[in-house]
């Protein structure tokens, strides 16, 4: 599939984005080891948790759907999955991959995780490690890629210092803690999202949080089913959000989004560089804070982010990149290596790709920095099989000269299948053929 976009001009309009990925997935996994019927609205049909959905059914877990967001899981308990027939299939999702690694190896048999070539090519030491030291039995291609082939079983709790900050590595090893006979300590070096603990908390897990350490004490009791609304997604919220600052004339509001703190970065950045982004409290969903967004055209500065704030706006880099090119002055992403292992290479596909469209970008290894403002010119643009590289170029056609064509552009649905309708409603020039 390839996208068309045309410059636009004064998108207008409210809109929701559909539900929370993390979230999603969360909530079908820990649905699937709790005792009891979890009810799930507001789900993300898309790819990526379709693998998740298809994996648990694989391994014996009934999953009905109402219709394509609502869906019941019959959560089998902690011993209650089935050995699958063949190995699993995680398509392209890293959180399908690393979070049921973590509850496979908890399980009295052996499986095997498996995706598509882009996930082949995912860094797997960072779970293999941390499950072996608990005690499963874990191998990788070459010691470190996909496919994994995991022998579970009874676990022993760990203290274990992440090496990166990542919430699919800290959630492996919560919930490989699940199944273990002692108490399991992570320490992370930054504060990555933090879904997985709230979820366990409102499941009635004793789930103790001391600054950068979280203690899971393994359950005496199952995990107690949930009613959850998952709220709408900040990561897809961003493009729109992004779009409403860098299009001339442009007002958007975006509804009922999830306002994490440990997932607000861009929100922070773009205020600092003084986008018109306006927040409100909606109260909470399912234990994570719900926030109404709105977001103004407006002259943008130049911003820089490292550290912490890297983790925060982990998944954000592509669109960020975008807003860059726009605003005033000079914007330097650093501590971002981490960018170099996600579903690309986002640093060297950013920057190739946007320079394509004129804009000035260099590469740094653990990050970039953006020249701007620059007019954008319309170019034929590649996704890389990236859903966010898909999406955020399509933004950067929004505000540049003439037509640009975003390639590999089916790669949005793994997060974001009715993106370009939403942008169609708001009144963008975009098409997809
Ligand atoms: C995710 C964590 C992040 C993020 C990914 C989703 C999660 O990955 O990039 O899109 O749901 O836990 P890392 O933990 O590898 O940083």
Not at 219 to 245: C, H, I, K, N, W
Request: aromatic residues 4%.
């Amino acid at each position: 599939m390839r996208l068309i976009v045309r410059k636009s001009e004064g998108l207008r309009g409210a809109v929701r984005v559909p539900g929370d990925k993390s979230i999603s997935h969360r909530a079908l996994m820990l649905g699937a080891v709790a005792e009891g019927e979890t009810r799930v609205s507001n789900w993300l049909p898309a790819g990526d948790c379709q693998a998740t959905l298809r994996c648990l059914q694989a391994l014996g877990v009934t999953l009905e759907q109402d219709d394509a967001t609502t869906l019941s899981v019959q959560g089998v308990g902690r011993d209650g999955l089935r050995p699958p027939r063949k190995a699993l299939d995680c398509q392209g999702s890293g959180t399908t991959m690393r979070l049921l690694a973590g509850i496979l190896a908890g399980q009295a048999f052996t499986s095997t995780l498996d995706g598509h070539a882009g996930l082949r090519r995912r860094p797997m030491r960072r779970i293999i490690d941390p499950l072996r030291r608990m005690g499963a039995d874990v191998e990788g291609r070459d010691g470190r890629f996909p496919p994994l082939q995991i022998r579970g079983g009874q676990l022993h709790g760990v203290d274990y210092h992440l090496p990166v900050a990542s919430a699919q590595v800290k959630s492996c090893v919560l919930l490989a803690g699940l199944f273990a006979e002692e108490p399991t300590t992570v320490h992370e070096p930054g504060p990555a999202r933090d879904h997985t603990e709230r979820m366990l908390q409102a499941m009635g897990a004793d789930l103790q949080i001391d600054g950068p350490a979280i203690t899971l004490t393994p359950p005496a009791e199952p995990l107690r089913p949930l009613d959850l609304q998952v709220p709408g997604d900040l990561s897809s919220a961003a493009f729109l959000l992004v779009a409403g600052a860098i299009v001339p004339g442009a007002r958007i509001i975006i509804e009922d989004v999830g306002g994490n703190p440990t997932r607000a970065g861009l929100l922070d950045v773009l205020k600092a560089m003084s986008a018109h982004i306006n927040i409100e409290d909606r109260g909470t969903s399912g234990g994570e804070p719900l926030i109404d967004l709105a977001a103004q055209y407006g002259n943008l500065r130049g911003a820089e982010v490292d550290g912490a704030g890297v983790v925060r706006m982990i998944d954000e880099f592509p669109i960020f990149a975008v807003a860059a090119t726009q605003a005033e002055g000079q914007t330097v992403v650093s501590d971002a290596q981490e960018l170099r292992v996600k579903e690309t290479d986002r640093i060297a596909a950013v920057a190739t790709e946007l320079r394509r469209m004129g804009a000035a970008i260099e590469e740094k290894p653990d990050g970039f920095v953006v020249r701007g403002p620059v007019r954008l010119k319309g170019a034929t643009v590649n996704s890389y099989g990236d859903h966010r590289l898909a999406m955020a170029l399509a933004v950067a056609g929004l505000v540049a000269e003439g037509e640009t064509v975003v390639e590999g552009a089916e790669a949005l649905g793994d997060s974001y299948p009715g993106f370009v309708k939403t942008l169609q409603e708001l009144g963008a020039s975009i098409a997809n053929t």
